[in-house]
């Protein structure tokens, strides 16, 4: 179980979605650019295909956690 303190350790951000597209090897999934506010975009995988179309995306922010790649 999830504990308060487990959920201090995130790292919240906004982030605006630059491009959307298919991933390649799922049918459920996009491959989000996002722009966190960085110096590199960022490269995320995002169950959101069933729910969305990809031009409803683009330019939407969004918040990211940014701290999961560890």
Same mark, same amino acid.
């Given at each position: 179980?999830?504990? %308060? ?8 951000? /906004?982030?605006?979605?630059?491009? /959307?597209? $298919? =991933? ?6 996009? /491959? ?5 506010? @960085? $110096? @590199? &975009?960022?490269?995320? /995988?995002?169950?959101?295909?069933? =729910?969305? &179309?990809? &031009?409803? %995306? ?13």
């Amino acid at each position: 179980m999830a504990t %308060l303190e487990d959920f201090k350790k995130l790292e919240l951000r /906004v982030g605006e979605i630059l491009d /959307v597209e $298919d =991933h390649p090897n799922a049918d459920k999934l996009f /491959v989000l650019k996002v722009d966190l506010g @960085e $110096d @590199e &975009e960022r490269t995320i /995988v995002a169950g959101l295909k069933g =729910h969305y &179309e990809k &031009e409803y %995306l683009i330019g939407k922010r969004a918040i990211f956690i940014s701290n999961l790649d560890a």
